[in-house]
C-alpha cells in the first residue's frame, strides 16, 4: 500500500474493539497514530459507572495497548449524541467530562452531534461546545446518517452560535451532498471510509479530484460492526492508483489530521518521529499484551553521543 516511506494517522476509529491482529497489520499497514473518539458501545449505557469505565479505558489501557505495536493512540471524550436522549444520565456525564478532558492524550472534546436531530441531542450538543469554548478545546462532530444534510449544516450552525474558529472543528462522516458547504465555511471535512456504506475508497479519491485536498481528512472510523482499519492506507493506494500527486495522498491520510488535531497541546509529530521503544515486557496495572509464551518484542533505546563509548 504507497511506499515503504509513507506514513498514515487514522483520526478516527475505535480501537476497543478492535483486536491486536489490527494494530499490527495498521502498524505494517504504515499507519504511525490512531485518535479514538468516545462513542456509543454497541448498545445504551445505564449508568455513570460504565461511562466511567470507558472513558478510563480509552485513555489508560488502550493507549498503552496501542503503544505495544508502536502506534501512538489518542483519543476524544464526549457524550456522544444517541445517549443524549437519557437526560438523567446525560446530566451526569456532562459532570464528568472536565474530569477527563485534559488527561494525557486527549485532543478533543467529541465525537457530538446529533442521531436523530432530537431536542436532547441539541440540548447536549450546545452543552458540549460551550464546554469546548471554556476550556478552548478542538471539536470532533459525529453528522447524521439520516437528515445528512440538514444535520450537518445544524452542527456548523450550533458552532458559530457559540464562536468556535472552524478551524478547531472536524465535521465527520461527509459525503458528497455536504462537503461543498462545509469546505466553504471553514470547516476541517472528514470523511469515514466503510464497507459499503458511508464513503468507498473510490468515491473519496474522487471527491480529492474534484475539491482538492486542502481540509479533507480520511478516517476508517472501524469499529465493532463490519469495517475496516485498513482504510486510510487502502485509500491512499487507490489514490495513487488514479494517479493523484505524492502532496495530495499525504495531505489527506497524514499532515491535515496532523494539523488539525496537532492544536491541541496532547499531540505532537514527535511523538511518533522519536517514540520510546516498544518493549513488550512492560505490564499495564498487570496486564500483557502476550499470551501463550509469545517471545516479547523488545526493541533497543536509541543510543546518545554521551551514552557511547569514546574509542581512540
Known amino acids: 500500500m504507497g511506499t515503504d516511506s509513507e506514513m498514515y494517522i487514522d483520526p478516527h476509529v475505535h480501537m476497543i474493539s478492535r483486536t ?27 449508568n455513570i459507572g460504565a461511562f466511567q469505565h470507558y472513558f478510563g479505558w480509552i485513555v489508560g489501557w488502550e493507549r498503552f495497548r496501542a503503544g505495544q505495536f508502536g502506534i501512538r493512540h489518542y483519543c476524544t471524550i464526549g457524550l ?20 477527563y478532558l485534559n488527561k494525557e492524550g486527549v485532543v478533543a472534546i467529541g465525537e457530538i452531534g446529533f442521531d436523530d436531530m432530537t431536542a436532547l ?8 461546545l460551550e464546554l469546548a469554548d471554556e ?35 472536524v465535521i465527520d462522516h461527509n459525503n458528497e451532498e455536504t462537503v461543498e458547504e462545509v469546505l466553504d465555511r471553514g470547516f476541517w471535512a472528514a470523511f469515514s471510509i ?9 468515491r473519496m479519491a474522487e471527491i480529492v479530484e474534484q475539491y482538492g485536498p486542502e481540509r479533507l481528512i480520511v478516517d476508517s472510523a472501524a469499529d465493532w460492526g463490519v469495517s475496516d482499519p ?8 487507490v489514490m495513487h492508483d488514479r494517479g493523484l500527486s505524492e502532496e495530495a495522498v499525504r ?40 499470551r501463550g509464551g509469545r517471545e516479547p518484542v523488545v526493541e533497543a533505546p536509541e543510543r546518545t553521543v554521551e551514552e557511547d563509548p569514546v574509542i581512540e
Open 121 to 128: 441531542e441539541e440540548k447536549y450538543f450546545h452543552r458540549q
Open 194 to 202: 466503510y464497507p459499503e456504506t458511508k464513503m468507498g475508497n473510490e
Open 80 to 99: 456522544n449524541a444517541k445517549e443524549a436522549n437519557n437526560e438523567p444520565l446525560a446530566e451526569k456525564v456532562m459532570d464528568l467530562l472536565p474530569l
Open 230 to 237: 485498513l482504510g486510510v492506507p487502502k485509500t491512499a493506494q
Open 20 to 46: 491486536t491482529d489490527d494494530y499490527e497489520a495498521m502498524r505494517d499497514a504504515g499507519v504511525v497514530a490512531v485518535i479514538e473518539p468516545a462513542f456509543w458501545v454497541g448498545q445504551p449505557r445505564t
Open 251 to 290: 495531505k489527506v491520510c497524514y499532515e491535515n489530521a496532523l494539523a488539525a488535531y496537532s492544536q491541541s497541546d496532547a499531540m505532537s509529530e514527535e511523538d511518533w518521529l522519536n517514540p520510546p521503544p516498544v518493549d513488550q515486557r512492560q505490564n499495564y496495572e498487570g496486564n500483557s499484551v502476550l
Open 135 to 169: 476550556l478552548d478545546k478542538l471539536v470532533l462532530v459525529h453528522t447524521p446518517h439520516r437528515n445528512k444534510t440538514e444535520g450537518t449544516s445544524r452542527s456548523m450552525d450550533l458552532c458559530e452560535e457559540h464562536g468556535l474558529d472552524p478551524a478547531k472543528v
